[in-house]
Structures are given as C-alpha cells and as structure tokens.
C-alpha cells in the first residue's frame, strides 16, 4: 500500500541552526501539508502547498519556514533558524485531490537544544 | 467560523466495554469527516471516513462511526474496546475552498484499563 514517508524519524539540532526534514509524498498525490504536534498539544496545520507554490499557510508558518518540492518526488520543510519552542513533531501529507483523506507519515520528532 | 470539537479530552474503559468518542463540527454543508488515530510515538492512521451515503461508516480495527447532520456530529463507536486500542483519537475536517487544510480537534486520549 503506498505511504507517505519521511526522514528522519528523530532529528536533534542545537538552536539557531537550519534544518530540512524530508518527505515522500504518495506518488500521484496533488497536495502536499505540513503539521506538527508539540508535545501534549493538538496537531496543527502549518501550510499547504499544491502545484508548486504554497495555497495557504497557517500564522505559525512564518518567514523562518519554507517549503519545497525539488524534485518530482521529495517535499521539504526548511526552518532557517530553529528555535526551542520549534521542538515538535512534524508531519507530512499528501491527498490526491480536493476534500479527500490526507494520509500522513510517521512524523519527525525534532528537538531544538 | 468552521471547527471541530471533541468534547471528552480523556476517557478511560475497561477492556471489552464498549467505547464511543465524540466529535461535534461547525461547518455550512456536509463536510467529509475522517477519524484518526495516533499510537504512543506512532504517526497518524486513518480509521474511517464519511464522505457521503450510508451515515454508518465502517472502519479498520472494528471501530465504526455515525455522521448526524441534525446533532453535527461524527462520533466514533467500538463494541468492545482491546488493550491495544490505547491511543489518542482525532476527528478531522477538511475544509475545502480553493485551498487544502484539515482541521483536527483536540484529541480524545483513551486509556484502556484490565
């Protein structure tokens, strides 16, 4: 069954520095998300992005964040300079079209120290 | 504005009772509802989903839901509760515009005790 994966499971970065956290959306999907989980707290939505360019962003996604595809395949979330309340869970997702189910990977726990 | 609630932020049942969770939405149409469930340290699994038709869906793990436009609700039902199905519970909206998001609610933890 396809899946969207990401990597790395498990990501520590001290503060201030960039970090890339990688996903593989399912291949004919459309759409791609962000979300991430801080501990103990909801899933929220960070940003959406659907042919090449960002559809809508939540007011967490500001300007240290940024999304890309650079390829047919990989979809990234860059955050420039982290920060220690960055530390969360971030998941991917990808839907094939419009209202449909969003299947989401594993996550990456990232810890900023 | 649109939004999901689930009411119940923790519930706790003994093994083989019966569960359900609630999940209430605020939204102009039918929206398309979706179940999730997230493990200890696991990511997020799709439980079941309502797009239209038949209001009683079912779901993997024997889990089952049942969309009430009258109530607003999508609540979500097992007839006998495992030890394993300890986890949080998410119900999901998609809110589609033009744009792609879906909103969780806050969660539903439930604890399954012998």
Same mark, same amino acid.
């Given at each position: 069954?396809?899946?969207?994966?990401?990597? #790395?499971?498990?990501?520590?970065? @001290?503060?201030?520095?960039?970090? *890339?956290? $990688?996903?593989?959306? *399912?291949?004919?999907?459309? +759409?791609?998300?962000?979300?991430?989980?801080?501990?103990?707290?909801?899933?929220?939505?960070?940003?959406?992005? +659907?042919?090449?360019? *960002?559809?809508?962003?939540?007011? *967490?996604?500001?300007?240290?964040?940024?999304?890309?595809?650079?390829?047919?395949?990989?979809?990234?979330?860059?955050?420039?300079?982290?920060?220690?309340?960055?530390? =969360?869970? +971030?998941?991917? =997702?990808?839907? #094939?079209?419009?209202?449909?189910?969003?299947?989401?990977?594993?996550?990456? $726990?990232?810890?900023?120290? | 504005?649109?939004?999901?609630?689930?009411?119940?932020?923790?519930?706790?049942?003994?093994?083989? %009772?019966?569960?359900?969770?609630?999940?209430?939405?605020?939204?102009? =149409?039918?929206?398309?509802?979706?179940?999730?469930?997230?493990?200890?340290?696991?990511?997020?699994?799709?439980?079941?989903? +309502?797009?239209?038709?038949?209001?009683?869906? @079912?779901?993997?793990?024997?889990?089952? %839901?049942?969309?009430?436009?009258? @109530?607003?609700?999508?609540?979500? $039902?097992? #007839?006998?509760?495992?030890?394993?199905? %300890? %986890?949080?519970?998410?119900? =999901?909206? #998609?809110?589609?515009?033009?744009?792609?998001?879906?909103?969780?609610?806050?969660?539903?933890?439930?604890?399954?005790?012998?």
């Amino acid at each position: 069954e396809p899946e969207v994966t990401q990597t #790395p499971s498990h990501q520590v970065t @001290q503060m201030g520095q960039e970090v *890339i956290l $990688r996903c593989v959306p *399912i291949s004919n999907h459309l +759409y791609f998300y962000w979300y991430r989980q801080i501990l103990g707290q909801k899933v929220e939505f960070l940003v959406s992005f +659907y042919n090449n360019e *960002i559809s809508e962003k939540s007011e *967490i996604f500001d300007d240290q964040f940024s999304v890309e595809r650079p390829d047919g395949s990989n979809f990234t979330l860059k955050i420039r300079s982290t920060k220690l309340e960055d530390s =969360a869970m +971030y998941f991917c =997702a990808s839907t #094939p079209g419009d209202g449909t189910e969003a299947f989401f990977g594993q996550g990456t $726990r990232l810890t900023v120290v | 504005a649109q939004s999901v609630t689930q009411p119940d932020i923790h519930i706790t049942v003994s093994e083989g %009772a019966s569960l359900e969770l609630r999940c209430n939405y605020s939204y102009g =149409a039918t929206p398309y509802l979706f179940w999730y469930v997230q493990s200890p340290g696991q990511g997020l699994q799709l439980l079941l989903k +309502y797009f239209s038709g038949d209001t009683l869906v @079912q779901g993997i793990k024997g889990f089952e %839901a049942e969309f009430k436009r009258s @109530q607003s609700s999508f609540n979500l $039902r097992k #007839p006998s509760v495992h030890w394993s199905d %300890a %986890a949080e519970y998410f119900c =999901a909206v #998609p809110f589609s515009g033009g744009y792609q998001k879906v909103t969780f609610g806050t969660g539903t933890k439930l604890q399954v005790i012998p």
